[in-house]
């Protein structure tokens, strides 16, 4: 699948979003969990100011 999602960022317009992944923690079990999306670059910031 990474294949997939590589190749299709790569054509068109796709050479402006990231992919980024955060490292969340849970607030009941203290437990990390990853987040991962798909965001234009001007907006990588604020993903992870979140």
């Known amino acids: 699948m990474a ?8 054509t068109g317009g796709g050479k402006n ?3 980024c992944i955060k490292m969340v923690k849970s607030e009941k079990t203290g437990a990390y969990s990853f987040k991962e999306e798909i965001v234009h670059n001007d907006k990588v910031k604020d993903f992870f100011a979140k």
């Open 3 to 10: 294949k997939k999602t590589v190749a299709t960022l790569q």
């Open 17 to 19: 979003y990231t992919k």
